[in-house]
């Protein structure tokens, strides 16, 4: 399967515990993108990289959470200390760019199953 | 951003066409209509996108007013397997592009046998 992976599908932690998840995107995706989605509503964009720099951030990407994506491949979205509310889905996808600025934007985002966190 | 406005649920017939309309009446001249759908606990799935024509793939169909304040999603012939929360989604622009999508709570489809 070579689309977009990500580790663990679920994780159950205690609150204020620290956890990591793992995506990898789809080989030669310089765009990797961070959702969040709780139940019964949309997925909410949180942050997006383009190769290894991270160059947008939501305001709901709060304090406790840190992205990264060392080397432009694979990224991790920690959250120290949980919240009850921090229990959701946690979507990746990612998507290819091309020389052409009119060809990256129509590009599709390509979606992993995600992670499922909850907090107890 | 745009917005847009889809119903919050839609029931169809199995082998029936299942015809899913969004408004989109604020949507800028160089942006596009993007359709994703998401089956029970997965991720969301690319289905269409479109500027101004209609286009057509092995999944859907999309037609788009010629003024592009709103859309339709065609699926000719609807199965079981189409059951899924569909999304209407009009693509950020901006100097930045960074290409993210924003989604609302888009149409629960119910495909009945």
């Known amino acids: 399967d070579t689309g977009v992976s990500q580790n663990p599908r679920h994780k159950i932690t205690k609150r204020g515990q620290n956890v990591t998840f793992r995506c990898d995107p789809i080989?030669?995706?310089?765009?990797l993108y961070w959702y969040r989605q709780t139940l019964g509503q949309g997925p909410e964009f949180l942050t997006y990289f383009q190769n290894e720099a991270q160059l947008e951030k939501s305001r709901l990407l709060s304090d406790r959470f840190s992205a990264e994506r060392p080397k432009g491949s694979f990224s991790t979205l920690e959250i120290q200390r949980t919240e009850q509310g921090d229990s959701a889905m946690y979507l990746c996808?990612?998507?290819?760019?091309?020389?052409?600025?009119?060809?990256?934007?129509?590009?599709?985002?390509?979606f992993g199953n995600g992670t499922r966190l909850t907090v107890t | 951003d745009a917005k847009t406005t889809q119903p919050t649920s839609m029931d169809c017939a199995e082998g029936r066409a299942a015809n899913l309309p969004c408004n989109h009446s604020?949507?800028?001249?160089?942006?596009?209509v993007y359709w994703y759908r998401q089956i029970h606990s997965q991720g969301p799935q690319y289905i269409i996108h479109?500027?101004?024509n209609n286009e057509t793939n092995e999944m859907a169909s999309l037609i788009i007013t010629e003024d592009r304040k709103s859309s339709t999603l065609i699926l000719p012939h609807a199965t079981l397997r189409d059951t899924a929360v569909y999304y209407c989604i009009v693509r950020v622009a901006g100097s930045s592009n960074t290409g993210k999508l924003i989604f609302g709570q888009g149409t629960t489809l119910q495909v009945k046998p």
């Open positions: 080989s030669e995706h310089n765009r």
């Open positions: 479109g500027l101004k």
């Open positions: 996808a990612s998507s290819p760019r091309t020389s052409s600025t009119l060809l990256s934007y129509n590009s599709p985002l390509h």
């Open positions: 604020t949507i800028s001249g160089n942006e596009y």
